[in-house]
């Protein structure tokens, strides 16, 4: 059996039915793959950030009150429809250096649009700071206030948990206890030649209450710390006499000395909260 090849239609002159009901059916075929290839891709496309990773990276989290859209109340920003005024009416995450902003209200660039009167968990990262403050919506998760709200709070445990269990595997002794005494020493070892990030250390002694991790053979044991105000050792805790905490201290080995334990990190010094976590992750 052969097959007849088709004639293309001479010039001037419209193509057979035949032909053109192939063609469009083509062109069909085409659009429909083409359809399920954007259906696939989206398919793929990445689902949006759990409340775990959203609590992590932002640096602001807020329950808030939507108080009227397409405003700011920064002098700085052109208000368009991405943009609201709301009111801060609990904070659940704050960086170290906001100050607390419940009760006042806030601009927030919008991820997606609101309406006035809306409550909702606000997921924000620090964009301005003026007369007020300006704020980045990273992501919005689906789910009640409540249910959010409670997302948050596990996710904060969890990764305070996280956090100090490295903090913890990297330290070589952990203890709680009172400064006894401090003072600056020009003894300290050097760890190089005298630059402006000289930590200029100081000792600390301290009366231990209680051992975390490692060992101790006294009852008090002395520490160096950075006294330097410079900004590569200024976040380092600087002990004071009488001060109670826990503290993370590091073996450290200067080019010209004998090791020495140390402060060498702005999180060697647990907050209370911090303290009693890692109290009880470190029980047998």
Known sequence: MSIEPVAAAPPGRAPRRDTALSLRAGLALVLLATLSGIAAQASLAPPAKPVKDLTQSAEFIFRGTVQKTGTANLSIVEPDARTAVVRVDEVLKASGTLDDFTGQEVTVFLSEALKTGDQRLFFTQVRLLGES????????????????????????????RESLAMRLAGADLVVSGRVRSVRATETAPQ????????????????????????????????????GSADVMWAPVSKPAVGQEGTWLLHLHTPENGAAVLALVDSQDLLTAGEAQVAAGMVQP
């Open 133 to 160: 403050l300006g704020v980045q919506e990273v992501g919005r998760p689906a789910g009640s206030l409540a249910e959010l709200q409670a997302q948050v709070g596990s996710a904060k445990s969890e990764l305070l």
């Open 191 to 226: 760890s190089g030649p005298v630059t402006e990030h000289d930590p200029q250390w100081g000792q600390a002694v301290l009366e231990i209450k209680s051992i975390l991790k490692g060992q101790a053979t006294t009852k008090t044991i002395t520490f160096w710390y950075p």
